[in-house]
T-cell receptor, first 113, second 114 residues
């Protein structure tokens, strides 16, 4: 079985603060990892993805994530958040030969201007 | 290219009824997946289709079913609706459905069961 846990349910930051959202997964084999974002009133969009190779992946809008295999983690980071980053963020896993994505419960990020 | 489209966008049904939701993938995409999103359970995988074949199924009762047509369009059906089926149902498509392919999500169908 595969599972994903996101540590923070709701994070509140001020503009220009740095962001790190935690994501841990459980799966014993090869994984593909994703971060999706859902802006208010919009559908899920892919921020970034990790398949193999460089464990530090860069995505859109200045986001990056680091895959640490020994910690089963894939944390999302952004050095300086903006008000427009207010959204819900989902970490997702595809493990082994599964075709499905397993999502974490999501982290709601509120950025105050 | 047009994105993933889902119809209808909103639906209100009563307990015991059945419902059919439709998804049109991005042109050229052959894999379609369905997810249920609720505040309590988050996003949960329902099933995935590729070239009209169901390849994966999540842990949902048999009341939830789906199919895919030769043009890759997909439908999901929920029979004997229960209050707990109220949710946002999301469809996602990907080009080949292989492990590395990105899934593109539609806006969802908001189902309310009264």
């Amino acid at each position: 079985a595969q599972s994903v846990s996101q540590h923070n349910h709701h994070v509140i930051l001020s503009e220009a603060a740095s962001l790190e959202l935690g994501c841990n997964y459980s799966y014993g084999g090869t994984v593909n990892l994703f971060w999706y974002v859902q802006y208010p009133g919009q559908h899920l969009q892919l921020l970034l993805k990790y398949f193999s190779g460089d464990p530090l992946v860069k995505g859109i809008k200045g986001f990056e994530a680091e895959f640490i295999k020994s910690k089963f983690s894939f944390n999302l980071r952004k050095p300086s958040v903006q008000w427009s980053d207010t959204a819900e963020y989902f970490c997702a896993l595809r493990g082994g030969s599964n075709y499905k994505l397993t999502f974490g419960k999501g982290t709601l990020l509120t950025v105050n201007p | 290219k047009a994105g993933v489209t889902q119809t209808p966008r909103y639906l209100i049904k009563t307990r015991g009824q059945q419902v059919t939701l439709s998804c049109s993938p991005i042109s050229g995409h052959r894999s379609v997946s369905w997810y249920q999103q609720t505040p309590g359970q988050g996003l949960q995988f329902l099933f995935e289709y590729f070239s009209e074949t169901q390849r994966n199924k999540g842990n949902f009762p048999g009341r939830f079913s789906g199919r895919q047509f030769s043009n890759s369009r997909s439908e999901m059906n929920v029979s004997t609706l229960e209050l707990g089926d109220s949710a946002l149902y999301l469809c996602a498509s990907s080009e080949l459905g292989t492990f590395g392919n990105e899934q593109f999500f539609g806006p969802g169908t908001r189902l309310t069961v009264l």
